[in-house]
């Protein structure tokens, strides 16, 4: 069976990158049409849109590979109102988070502000550029505003302070921004920690390792209050949070 791993790993692949673009142009092109022309918050239905779309692209990946398992309490999905920090592994990471909050917000590459379609679902969403060349500053600023917004809803702003994925399982240096915004916005701060994604799809592969048993994990290991976060200097905070999630991950420098 281990000879016919390789065809069975890409043939999964091309299924699940089939409904990422097929899929989305496709099905779910119209109903983001339709938000941006007739809903009230397009910045909600858009968000609520990303997460339906990366359920289905879940369930899919569990239709197709049925030895992944995801392992992610409740005390995760009853998150609201606000940053969250988590240690990143794979591409999977952030469109896990996208799948498990409806009201959300996060940092994406500065150059899908630069595609065609991909820049209005990015922007109409609220999700902030990763950084502000380009003619990006007035999108950061006007971002930046809206999310008083989501946090008022219920809505979390998710990080990975990293900035790029691990190859080794260790924490990279973290930025300061996530903390930032979490000290102004006065919102707490939950740490989360995922495991396994990067044995599913590692950096640098084009393919999923569909014929593994894998459990993919994602728990909270920690966090501050708003009342901590505000009092915490930001050094302090940034050194805490690594603290928690190294801890809880089993990691170190």
Not at 63 to 87: A, H, K, M
Not at 178 to 205: C, E, Q, S, W
Request: glycine share 8%; charged share 20%; aromatic share 14%.
């Amino acid at each position: 069976m281990r000879m016919f791993r390789p065809v069975v790993d890409r043939f999964c692949f091309l299924i699940c990158w089939a409904y990422y673009t097929l899929g989305f142009f496709f099905f779910f092109s119209p109903v983001y049409l339709a938000a941006a022309l007739i809903a009230r918050d397009r910045a909600a239905a858009f968000q609520s849109l990303n997460h339906w779309f990366y359920r289905g692209f879940f369930a899919l990946i569990r239709l197709i590979t049925p030895g992944i398992r995801f392992d992610i309490p409740e005390e995760v999905r009853r998150i609201r109102g606000s940053v969250i920090v988590c240690n990143h592994l794979s591409f999977l990471d952030p469109i896990l988070l996208i799948s498990l909050f409806s009201r959300h917000s996060t940092i994406v590459k500065a150059g899908l502000f630069r595609l065609p379609v991909f820049h209005h679902v990015v922007q109409t969403a609220g999700y902030l550029p990763s950084g502000t060349t380009g003619g990006l500053e007035p999108v950061m600023i006007r971002q930046m505003e809206r999310l008083a917004d989501l946090f008022a809803a219920g809505g979390n702003f998710f990080v990975f302070p990293e900035g790029t994925r691990s190859r080794d399982g260790r924490l990279n240096p973290f930025h300061k921004g996530a903390f930032k915004i979490a000290r102004r916005a006065g919102r707490p701060l939950d740490i989360l920690v995922i495991r396994n994604t990067g044995k599913f799809y590692p950096p640098g592969g084009c393919v999923f390792r569909t014929c593994r048993d894998i459990t993919i994990r994602l728990e909270r290991a920690g966090g501050f209050t708003a009342a901590e976060v505000k009092k915490t200097s930001l050094p302090e905070l940034m050194a805490g949070a690594r603290e928690i999630m190294e801890r809880a991950a089993g990691i170190a420098d």
